[in-house]
Structures are given as structure tokens and as C-alpha cells.
């Protein structure tokens, strides 16, 4: 068996492959639904309805998409560079450490003010996290991704000790948890009683920026070049080493937002358990979006609604929630597959 | 076997009614060939005829669409390189695939001997390489490290690597790419042993000089398909490039000219970059000449054009550009000084493959007031410089948009040399601008170098191509180990004295200011 290129690809099977590797995974999750004994269809009702079926579920899944637009974002642009970065999660707590270092009472401003600057320290806290690697990486080579998926460990052990020590929350009953951000700090509802907040907004607009900048600026053709050919870059003159700074900076700083985000939008303090995963699970956002950053938006809403919609289900139909990464896992890897499908065609002999 | 004329000889090797389609690419059109014990017979076609496809269905990379193969009288099954070995068919790449870090020995036994064999019989295999050197005369030491071996010793070991494998057809691709003149008359003299010992042999070339030189029959293959036969004695050179080309070239050449004023002066250069040294260069290019540079590739060329392209950064000695030494270097200097650069790996170097036309023309001048302002790139005026180019350049391409990967070499160097060009540049540094270009795309760069050092353009020209070279050059200069030659005029230099040069023969290191 091998691959051959396609001259062109038809719109044919620019659609049909996508939506086959949709099915295939649907299939793939159906067996694995019937080996834990429910029946398919039914599962995959309840997950539809768990993730979409009433309003309150909708903005449960928009609620849970924010902070992987966030994290996808970061990835997605960091990808296109070529810098490979694994550590969304590091950035993001470290994100969130800036922002009860500042939001619990150390800055007494208004919320106009007080959240604007909440959202520029949690960017810098993450650029700075992610400029460590980076820097290692372009001075002396070090792979950045063992550095930055090494880093994730690194932060949540230091967010760990911050919480025992200087930042524990002293009425927090010896839980391992900061302090609650003041009113000022927290991000208003965008409806009344629900828990869908202003950052579903930022991360919108984070996306739009993102997208605005990856077309239009010289910065992002900058950072498509060296992503594309770092030595055809760095041979037309393009600086690849300050390049690849600047989308540290970026890339960091979106992740970064998205801890922010979750603190002063839906938890309000920071905990070990701000984040299951979404720094690691931009990453997969990223990848199905095809790094395009309006394509995060999409992808975020999906892989959302596939986590909120099998927590939903396991309540009624007993199939343990763990079906959701199966899901998740399944749909990119036949994604992938379909994307490189449509790329080249397989020859058997 | 032992007959007399070559028309009674049997046939070794018979491709029959080959067809081969990429897409909308015919790559191979039922092409019929005959290989016949004891002769060799030259593959002649550009870039893109067909050749590499077809030898590529010969050994089984690629299985062919329609046709047959057959080596003495038997079937070869089609899509097995390992059927194709076995058969004794022997390939030696343009592109050595040797390991550096082993010895002659270990080289040519890899692959032969089981995985699962404990012990290796190197005693025996030694006996064996040592007769076949002597027998064929290819001199090599089997337990030397390939890493330190010449580059024509390196070419022995590869053929040494087909016959241990006992191959009794031999296809040499381009063979000569990596030699001096001197070296490929000895390998002609090699192959002719060959065949007298009752091998034979398909010759790959596009120049039309070795085809007549070292083949007896040549099968000319033009745009995927076989368009003659030929045999050597009858056939002139002029009659081979029309058959090759399908219609005549008139060859660019330069008229004289007085050059101007220093523009491109080199001090005692010295660098180092991987295996590549520069060891004192001194040169001085003037306004309106083109300054030729020979060697065998290796000896540090490429090193100088990245030090003139402002990508590496030399040791020891100074750079001046209209006689002012810079103090720092950088591609994005070099390209505001007027430097028009035309880089010896277009694909790697020159264009970034995956983005789009307008995205390339751009990449030196993007953030120009030309084309953004405030951080931000009018991709409108991209575009229109993009077509001005492709209009002005004769690029062959669906439109701007798309991505240059899809662009032929000719087409792809056109981009380059528009891009370069825009900019009236008061030097140009040309590394190799007609590797694998087929002729009419060689022609169309070499008018456009003469154009520019008619404008009064300063011109360093790196080439491997002799006969380019002595056409287009003012003065010649050779590369030998990182020292340079002094520059002698066109007029007084022949190819065969290039050629010692290049074996490092004759260099005159005295003259090195800051020879070590």
C-alpha cells in the first residue's frame, strides 16, 4: 500500500471524507456503547440532548467550549509556527495564579478597569511561561516539546504549593484553594441565572483577532513563513528567532486568558482542579479546526458538546462518562485520517 | 555473447509499450527500449521527459500503468525492487546513498548478508571486492571510511556496490553531475571496460557531450515520450538538442563590454559552517562583469554564497559593497544594499513551496511601505506586484493564488529571478540559477543575467556547469578546499585547465592575503 498526491481535490471529497470520518467514529463508539451493554441509539440520543437538547444544556456546552476557543487558539497559532506547543495547561493555571495574585483585593479598581488589567496579566503570565521553552529552543536548540509538556508538571506542583502556602484561602477549611476574586474582578453573566459568562464573548473576539492577524498582518505571514520553510524564511530575511518569540508571546497569552477566564467568569477562586485537561485538549480543538482560527470556534463547540452531552447520558444510561474522550479521540483520529484522504489517494497492489 | 556488431547482439534488457500516468501527468507513453548485451546506451532527455519515472518503474519503486519488463527473456514482476536486484539489475544514484560513518567493505556488504546471520564473512567479501576493483579497475581501499573518501572514490563504490550484487545491467543516473571534466573521461574509460566484459549499460544524461562521448546507442525521450534512436556514429550534436528539445535554442552569449567600478569587494574571508571551510577568500566584482566561480561542489562554494547572501556570518575578514565595508551582515542587509540573491536550493531556500505566489514574491519586501503599512500587508498591491511579475517573467501558473510547489523548476526560478530583480540590484549573486532547469528555462536565465550586467549590475556567478560558465563570464575563477584561485579572463581559460584546477591542481595559494 502507498500514498500518491492528489493534483487537485474535488469539493466532492473535500465534503464526503469529513463526514465519513464523522460516521466511522459514531460507528467506533456505538461498539464500544454495546460492549458496555446499552444500546446505541439511546446513548446517543441522550448525549444529543444532554449537550443541546434544552437551552440550559446549549449554554452549558457554550460554557464549557470558552476556555477551549482559548487554549485551541493558543495551540492553533502556535502549530502554524511550528512551535510546538504541548504546554496550554502550564500556561493556563499560571494565567489563573496571576489572576487571584491580582483580582482578590491586591487591586482595589473598578471592574472596567480591573478586568482589562486582569486579562493583560493572565496573558503575561502565560507568555511568560511559554518564552522559557522558547527561548531554550531557539538559543540552544532544546525540543520544546518535552520542555513545555514537562512545564505542565512544573506549574501545577508550584500552583499546588501556592495554594498550601501564600495564596491558601484562610476561611477555605484547610482546602487547598485561593481566596474567591473580588466582585470587581468577576466576568458579568451574559444571561441572567445562567453560567454562560462574558469570557464566551472575549473568546470570540480572541478568534476574530487571531484570525485578523494570521491573514492581514505581517506578523502572522511572518509566523506562516517560518512555520512553512524556517530556512526559505530565515534566507529571505525574516527574523525566525523573533518570530518564534512573539508567538510564544501569543500563543502563551491566549492560554494564559483562558485561565482568567475560568476563574473570574465561572469558579471564582483557583483550585488544583481549574482545568481537567484543556490545555491538553486545545490541542486536539486546534487539530480538528485545521489550525484555522475561526475553525477553533466550531471545533471547540464539538468537542464540548461531546464532553457535556456524555456526562448528561452517563446520569441516565449508566455508560461511564469516560466514553466522551473515546469520542473525542475517535473523531480525531478519523479526521486526521479523512484530511489526509483528501490529500492523497491510497494505491494497493 | 562475443558476437561482433552490435546488431546480433542478444537483447539483455526489453521495456515494452511502458505507460506511466501522474493525474493529468503522462509521465511515461508507451515507451518501447531495447538494452543489448555489451553496449551502452545513453537515456537522453531534460527535466521532466520522463527519465527518472521511468528508470523509477525499472527497479520497482513505481508500477507502471500499462507495459512489460523483461531481462533476458523473462518477466520481471512489476513493483518489486527486490525482483529487480535479484535479476541483476544494479543502479547507481545521482545522489550517493552510502552510510559516511562505515567502511568501503561495510557499505557494499549491507543488505547482502541475512539479518539473522551472527557472523560476517568479511575475509570472504574482502577476496571479492579486491578482485572485482582489479578486475574492473575501479582502485579502492575496502576497509577505508567512506566519510573520507573523494567524491569520484565514492562514485567507485557505489558501482563496486552493484557489481558485488552481481549486476549485469549497470544505470548510471547523471553520473558526471559531482565530477571534474578529467574524472569523467576516466569513468568513460571505466564503462568501456565494462562492456567489453560483457556488461551493459544505461547511461542518464541531459548533456549531449557525454551522450557522444561515452554511449554507442542513445534513445532520446522528450515530454514522457521515446521520440528516437539513435546510434552515436551518425548522429551531431545540433541534431541530438533538436531531438531532445523539439526545436532549436539559440545559446545566450555575452558581448564584450568595459566593466565599472568595484562593487563587490571580499577581504581575507575566512568561515566554517559543517564540512565546509572558507580559507581566505579575496575577490573584488566590478560593475557590468560576471565573475564565474568553478569547483567541484564541496570545496566551498556554497559557504561563500551564504556569506554574500548574508546568511552566514564569516570569522575573519571584511565585506565591502561599493566600497564600504559593512559592519554587520544579515539577509535582510544584504537585500537593502541592492543584493539580488538567487539561492542553489530554490525548493528549500529560495521559495517557500507551501505558500502561495503573491505570498512569495513578497518575502523579502513585505514589510516595505511598498506593501504594508502599520504591521498590516495589502495583500491588493502583493498581488498586483505578483502578476506584474508573472506577466513580465513569462511564469506559467493558474494564478497567483496558487501554491508554488505546483510550478515547474523553470517557472519556479522565474519567481526568483523576478523577485530579486525588482529592485534594480546592483549586485547579483547567482549559486547554481540553472541546476536541473531544462534548456529553454537555462536560456531564459542566462539572457536575464546578461540583461543585468548590461544595466551595470555586478555578477557572481557559482555554477558546476563549465560550458556555462566559459559562455557567460568575464572572468573565471576556481574553488579548491576552501581557497580561491586568482580570477583569469574568459579568453585564456579552457575547460581542461579548469578542470586540473578544480583537482586542485595548479591553485596559486600565495596569493592569498590571509592564507593561513
Redesign the interface.
Known amino acids: 500500500m502507498r500514498l500518491e498526491p492528489r493534483e487537485q481535490r474535488s469539493p466532492a471529497i473535500l465534503i464526503l471524507y469529513p463526514g465519513l470520518a464523522l460516521l466511522a467514529s459514531v460507528i467506533v463508539c456505538a461498539a464500544l456503547v454495546m460492549l458496555s451493554g446499552a444500546s446505541p441509539l439511546s446513548v446517543f440520543g441522550l448525549m444529543v440532548k444532554g449537550a443541546a437538547g434544552t437551552t440550559f444544556a446549549f449554554l452549558e456546552t457554550l460554557t464549557r467550549a470558552t476556555p477551549l476557543i482559548f487554549t485551541g487558539l493558543a495551540a492553533a497559532v502556535a502549530f502554524r509556527a511550528k512551535l510546538w506547543n504541548i504546554g496550554g495547561e502550564a500556561q493556563l493555571y499560571i494565567g489563573a495564579v496571576m489572576t487571584v495574585v491580582l483580582g482578590t483585593g491586591f487591586l482595589p479598581l473598578p471592574q472596567p478597569i480591573l478586568i482589562p488589567v486582569l486579562m493583560l496579566a493572565a496573558m503575561l503570565g502565560g507568555a511568560m511561561v511559554l518564552s522559557i521553552p522558547t527561548f531554550l529552543k531557539t538559543r540552544f536548540g532544546v525540543d520544546e516539546v518535552v520542555t513545555t509538556l514537562l512545564l505542565n508538571f512544573i506549574a501545577i506542583l508550584f500552583v499546588s504549593m501556592l495554594l498550601e502556602g501564600v495564596l491558601k484561602d484562610p476561611t477555605g477549611l484547610g482546602w487547598p484553594q485561593s481566596k474567591k476574586v473580588i466582585a470587581e474582578a468577576q466576568l458579568p453573566k451574559l444571561i441572567q441565572g445562567k453560567r454562560l459568562h462574558f469570557g464566551f464573548v472575549v473568546a470570540i473576539a480572541a478568534a476574530i483577532a487571531v484570525w485578523i492577524i494570521d491573514r492581514q498582518s505581517t506578523l502572522g505571514y511572518e509566523m506562516r513563513a517560518v512555520g512553512h520553510s524556517p530556512k526559505a524564511a530565515s534566507f529571505a530575511g525574516i527574523p525566525v528567532n523573533r518570530v518564534l518569540a512573539k508567538t510564544a508571546l501569543l500563543s502563551g497569552g491566549l492560554a494564559g486568558l483562558a485561565g482568567m477566564s475560568e476563574v473570574t467568569g465561572l469558579k471564582g477562586n483557583l483550585t488544583l482542579d481549574l482545568s481537567p485537561g484543556f490545555g491538553y485538549t486545545g490541542i486536539v480543538v486546534a487539530m480538528l479546526a485545521l489550525m484555522h482560527p475561526l475553525g477553533v470556534i466550531a471545533a471547540a463547540i464539538f468537542v464540548a458538546a461531546v464532553f457535556v452531552g456524555a456526562d448528561a447520558m452517563s446520569r441516565t444510561a449508566g455508560v461511564p462518562s469516560y466514553i466522551a474522550h473515546v469520542m473525542v479521540a475517535t473523531s480525531l483520529l478519523t479526521m486526521v485520517s479523512a484530511i489526509m484522504l483528501t490529500r492523497y489517494r491510497v494505491r494497493w497492489r | 555473447m562475443g558476437k561482433t556488431t552490435a546488431g546480433e547482439r542478444e537483447t539483455v534488457l526489453r521495456l515494452s509499450g511502458i505507460t506511466k500516468q501522474?493525474?493529468?501527468?503522462l509521465a511515461n507513453d508507451d515507451i518501447s527500449l531495447s538494452l543489448r548485451r555489451g553496449e551502452i546506451l545513453g537515456l537522453l532527455g531534460e527535466n521532466g521527459a520522463g527519465k527518472t519515472t521511468l528508470m523509477n518503474i525499472l527497479f520497482g519503486h513505481y508500477?507502471a500503468d500499462a507495459g512489460e519488463i523483461e531481462v533476458e527473456g523473462k518477466v520481471l514482476p512489476p513493483?518489486l525492487p527486490a525482483a529487480a536486484l535479484a535479476a541483476g539489475i544494479g543502479m547507481v544514484h545521482q545522489h550517493f546513498t552510502l552510510a559516511e560513518n562505515l567502511t568501503v567493505l561495510d557499505n557494499i556488504v549491507l543488505g547482502t548478508e541475512s539479518l539473522w546471520q551472527l557472523s560476517s564473512n568479511s575475509q570472504k567479501a574482502r577476496t571479492r571486492i579486491r578482485q572485482l576493483a582489479q578486475e574492473f579497475g575501479l582502485e579502492v581501499d575496502p576497509d577505508a571510511i567512506v566519510a573520507s573518501l573523494s567524491v569520484g572514490e565514492r562514485q567507485r563504490v557505489e558501482i563496486l556496490k552493484a557489481l558485488y550484487r552481481k549486476a549485469k545491467i549497470l544505470v548510471l543516473d547523471e553520473p558526471t553531475a559531482v565530477l571534474t571534466p578529467q574524472e569523467s573521461a576516466a569513468l568513460f574509460e571505466t564503462l568501456k571496460r565494462f562492456v567489453a566484459k560483457g556488461l551493459s549499460i544505461i547511461f542518464i544524461s541531459h548533456k549531449l557531450g557525454e551522450i557522444l562521448a561515452a554511449c554507442s546507442r542513445v534513445s532520446v525521450l522528450r515530454g514522457g515520450r521515446l521520440v528516437a534512436e539513435r546510434g552515436v556514429a551518425g548522429v551531431t550534436r545540433s541534431e541530438l538538442a533538436e531531438l531532445m528539445l523539439g526545436r532549436s535554442i539559440p545559446q545566450a552569449k555575452a558581448e564584450i563590454q568595459k566593466s565599472g567600478e568595484v562593487v563587490l569587494g571580499l577581504h581575507g574571508i575566512h568561515a566554517r559552517h559543517n564540512s565546509q571551510v572558507l580559507d581566505g577568500i579575496t575577490l573584488d566584482i566590478r560593475a557590468g562583469e560576471i565573475l564565474g566561480i568553478a569547483g567541484v561542489s564541496g570545496n566551498g562554494q556554497s559557504l561563500l554564497a551564504d556569506v554574500v547572501?548574508?546568511?552566514a556570518v564569516p570569522t575573519a575578514g571584511t565585506l565591502a559593497l561599493k566600497g564600504a565595508t559593512l559592519s554587520r551582515t544579515?539577509?535582510?542587509v544584504?537585500?537593502n544594499l541592492g543584493v539580488a540573491?538567487i539561492?542553489e536550493d530554490r525548493h528549500?531556500?529560495?521559495?517557500?513551496?507551501?505558500?502561495s505566489i503573491t505570498?512569495n514574491v513578497i518575502?523579502?519586501s513585505?514589510?516595505s511601505a511598498e506593501f504594508?503599512q502599520r504591521?498590516?500587508?495589502s495583500?491588493k498591491k502583493a498581488r498586483g506586484f505578483a502578476l506584474k511579475i508573472i506577466t513580465a517573467y513569462e511564469v506559467k501558473c493558474p494564478s497567483p493564488e496558487a501554491r508554488v510547489r505546483l510550478l515547474s523548476g523553470g517557472n519556479m526560478q522565474k519567481l526568483i529571478l523576478g523577485r530579486v530583480m525588482a529592485n534594480n540590484p546592483c549586485l547579483i549573486l547567482a549559486n547554481q540559477p540553472t541546476r536541473g532547469l531544462d534548456v529553454g528555462a537555462v536560456n531564459y536565465v542566462h539572457e536575464q543575467l546578461l540583461a543585468a550586467r548590461k544595466r551595470g549590475a555586478a555578477i557572481l556567478l557559482i555554477s558546476e556547469d563549465l560550458d556555462e560558465l566559459l559562455s557567460l563570464s568575464d572572468r573565471v575563477a576556481v574553488m579548491f578546499r576552501g581557497q580561491i584561485s586568482n580570477a583569469s579572463p574568459r579568453e585564456s581559460t579552457s575547460i581542461k585547465d579548469l578542470g586540473l584546477m578544480m583537482a586542485g591542481h595548479g591553485l596559486k595559494t600565495g596569493n592569498q592575503s590571509h592564507a593561513a
Request: zero cysteines; glycine letters at 18%.
Open positions: 501522474f493525474g493529468a501527468l508500477v513493483g547572501s548574508g546568511v544579515g539577509p535582510r544584504m537585500v540573491r539561492p528549500a531556500e529560495g521559495l517557500i513551496s507551501d505558500m505570498e518575502s523579502e513585505y514589510r504594508a504591521g498590516f500587508i495583500w
